[in-house]
């Protein structure tokens, strides 16, 4: 096990790298998928993965929880599923004579939602308090659930019946929105050969960190250097969302805030102490999609918010920075000296031609 405690910014990219080389060895490929989950679990958001059945979504979360050593639970939602089902409560114990408090799956470090919006919205929203406040109520008392607290939920794209559409209040709570897409030929044939030379369906994967561990690693994440306009440029986009043709509603602050978390983590997971323009690309379509809502005309377009994210980030204006030898040296110094050493060596950054 690799101890944190003392670790640099660049040795969190050595640390996310074998979290993910871990769960590579269960899920075949998809690593674009992988990183993105990685940084929202660095950024300490929920993810909401919605494809089709069969394509690893719980296994990715389990080889996560794994390969991370914190716990995991699974709970299947369906119409019937209460909240006191997911949160816990107390029950009469004959023995003691007394009521004793009975937990939940939702105290767990990374919790798996699979099917989620075939809950009553009761319960989904007994659940949207323990994303956003990672928190339960039980009976009138209020209990803190364990720390690092993640929400994996899945929904079927193409199943509506005897389902309860999120409403955008949820959504807007999940730090990212992702699809895994089904394997390349290439892939599929490695998925059967793996399975085919293990004998059984099982994965033997090994913890490469703990809770703690994690919870350290996040507190480098909040030091990586944010320029102010960056930081500008993140704003630009999700207000250009609002202003932006056929979309109702565009991106919320929140969403502006899930974008620069999300930054901040992949520079980290690249050993960087500092946020590129570069690293706000990489996130915008998994931070804002979700959060806009269309108006009729696009509402039955596949991909129609992500289109219109991609095209909000190709029209606007990208700040250039300009990093020396010496500032590409803050990923390796002292975290709290990291921010200042790269605010001092990245010029100031001018306003480019669009991209």
């Known amino acids: 096990m690799i101890e944190p405690s003392h670790v640099d910014v660049q040795e969190v990219g050595t640390l996310t790298k074998s979290v993910i080389e871990q769960v590579s060895r269960a899920v075949v490929g998809k690593q674009a998928v992988l990183q993105q989950i990685m940084a929202a679990l660095l950024a300490g958001g929920h993810v909401l993965l919605e494809d089709y059945p069969g394509l690893a979504k719980t296994l990715i979360a389990n080889s996560f ?31 003691q004579n007394d009521f004793v408090l009975r937990k939940g799956p939702l105290f767990a470090n990374i ?5 989620i919006n075939r809950a009553s919205p009761r319960t989904q929203s007994a659940l949207l308090e323990a994303m956003q406040e990672n928190q339960v109520t039980l009976e009138g008392d209020t209990m803190a659930l364990p720390q690092p607290f993640v929400v994996i939920a899945t929904q079927n794209p193409i199943e509506y019946e005897g389902t309860f559409p999120l409403p955008e209040a949820q959504l807007d709570r999940f730090i990212m929105k992702l699809a895994v897409g089904y394997p390349s030929e290439e892939e599929e044939q490695e998925i059967l050969r793996r399975r085919r030379e293990r004998q059984h369906d099982a994965f033997d994967l090994v913890a ?14 909040e030091q990586v250097y944010l320029d102010p ?25 929140r969403g502006a805030l899930a974008l620069l978390k999300l930054a901040r983590a992949g520079a980290a997971m690249q ?5 590129l323009p570069d690293d706000v690309k990489a996130f915008a379509r998994s931070a ?45 110094i002292a975290p709290s000296a990291a921010s200042t050493q790269a605010s001092a060596e990245a010029s100031a950054l001018h306003p480019a031609s669009s991209s």
């Open 271 to 275: 050993g960087r102490a500092f946020v």
């Open 208 to 221: 490469v960190t703990d809770a703690p561990g994690l919870l350290r690693i996040r507190q480098l994440v």
């Open 288 to 332: 804002l999609s979700h959060r806009l809502i269309l108006e009729p005309d696009l509402w039955m377009q596949a991909h129609a918010a992500e289109t219109i994210v991609d095209e909000v980030v190709q029209t606007t204006q990208v700040p250039v920075i300009e990093v020396t030898a010496k500032a590409s040296l803050a990923s390796t």
């Open 65 to 95: 929880a794994t390969a991370l050593g914190i716990s995991f639970r699974r709970i299947q939602f369906t119409p019937d599923l209460l909240p006191g089902d997911i949160t816990g409560g107390y029950v009469f114990n004959r023995a």
């Open 111 to 115: 919790v798996l939602a699979d099917e």
């Open 229 to 253: 306009d960056v930081e500008h440029y993140i704003v630009n986009l999700a207000r250009r969302t609002r202003g932006y043709r056929q979309v109702a509603v565009g991106a919320s602050p």
